[in-house]
């Protein structure tokens, strides 16, 4: 009998996460392009630096935090108003000038993954508490760029949107920013990195906009990255960038997609760092990358 109700709650349970919506992640969860087994480590194919001490990405008590704040802009390549998400750090003063880092999330996220399933401002504010990293604006946007930008129940059905961001990245949000914050407003001063999606529209769009952006990251690209041949447009420009980063879990069956964007550059001497860090396509993977790579940033 107490068997029975177990069971009878259980089926509650996952009916309620079915209707929720729960069962897109789930799925995406198995999706097999993302399994890692079996993936063998080549010998260029290890971390480039230490992963981050214990603690990194969890709140600390008594450190100064930095602030999120969901702002409001209007898109001008798709004609609506928009959400993202903008953490200044902290001492943060609107009397100083900050350079900014633009950081993108993965298919199943919007401009409130970077702080929810993963800890951007956890491990920021660590890294500030201990002077690891330069001052700077870390504007999350949402990267799927339709007019209904909700994360719809079926999470690849948005994926095309993805690779529109462009136009509102660098039409609309960078726009905003200079108009309603106090950054520096140049390319030395600007950072586009993300993980999964977000990481291969960093690359696709840092990789063709090397004029914006002066600092490049892809953490597990997604295979939205453009074919190695095709993702750097200017080889010049490439190997003009103070800092081009490609990143990925030794555990990600999306492992290929970094492969091929390492050969590339490494083919043709251009200068990145090839980090392979532990674990799958998972948001542990990505705050270590965070933690790494901003210390990289603006110095
Ligand atoms: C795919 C597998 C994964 C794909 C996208 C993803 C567009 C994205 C994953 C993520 O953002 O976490 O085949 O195709």
């Known amino acids: 009998m107490k068997n029975d109700i177990k069971l009878a709650a259980t089926a509650l349970r996952l009916s309620f996460a079915l209707l929720l919506g729960i069962s897109a992640?789930?799925?995406?969860?198995?999706?097999?392009?993302?399994?890692?087994?079996?993936?063998?480590?080549?010998?260029?194919?290890?971390?480039?630096?230490?992963?981050?001490?214990?603690?990194?990405?969890?709140?600390?008590?008594?450190?100064?935090?930095?602030?999120?704040?969901?702002?409001?802009?209007?898109s001008k390549s798709l004609g609506t108003k928009r959400k993202m998400s903008v953490y200044t750090p902290p001492g943060y003063d609107?009397?100083?000038?900050?350079?900014?880092?633009?950081?993108?999330?993965g298919i199943g996220g919007d401009h409130r993954e970077w702080t929810s399933e993963d800890a951007?401002?956890?491990?920021?504010?660590?890294?500030?508490?201990?002077?690891?990293i330069v001052p700077m604006i870390v504007v999350m946007p949402n990267g799927r760029a339709q007019k209904d930008d909700r994360i719809p129940k079926n999470i690849y059905a948005g994926s095309a949107?993805?690779?529109?961001?462009?136009?509102d990245l660098i039409g609309s949000i960078i726009p905003f920013m200079a108009a309603n914050y106090p950054v520096k407003?140049?390319?030395?001063?600007?950072?586009?990195?993300?993980?999964?999606?977000?990481?291969?529209?960093?690359?696709n769009f840092g990789?063709?906009?090397?004029?914006k952006f002066a600092y490049v990251g892809g953490f597990s690209s997604a295979p939205n990255t453009l074919p190695p041949d095709k993702i750097v447009p200017d080889i010049e420009g490439a190997k003009k960038l103070k800092l081009?980063?490609?990143?990925?879990?030794?555990?990600?069956?999306?492992i290929t997609v970094s492969r091929g964007v390492h050969k590339y550059l490494k083919e043709h001497d251009i200068k990145h760092i090839w980090h392979i860090d532990s674990g799958g396509h998972k948001p542990v993977v990505w705050n270590n990358d965070l933690y790494l790579f901003s210390q990289l940033l603006f110095k």
């Open 25 to 74: 992640n789930a799925a995406f969860a198995q999706e097999p392009r993302i399994q890692g087994q079996g993936i063998v480590l080549q010998e260029d194919e290890k971390p480039a630096f230490p992963h981050a001490p214990e603690g990194y990405d969890k709140p600390r008590q008594g450190i100064a935090h930095g602030k999120v704040d969901t702002v409001t802009y209007d």
């Open 120 to 132: 951007a401002h956890e491990v920021l504010d660590n890294l500030y508490a201990d002077k690891k």
């Open 94 to 105: 609107k009397n100083k000038k900050y350079p900014v880092l633009y950081l993108l999330h």
């Open 207 to 211: 990789l063709a906009n090397t004029d």
């Open 185 to 203: 407003d140049d390319r030395e001063h600007r950072a586009l990195a993300g993980l999964s999606m977000g990481g291969g529209q960093s690359l």
């Open 161 to 167: 949107a993805f690779g529109e961001f462009d136009k």
């Open 244 to 254: 081009l980063w490609v990143s990925v879990g030794d555990q990600d069956g999306l």
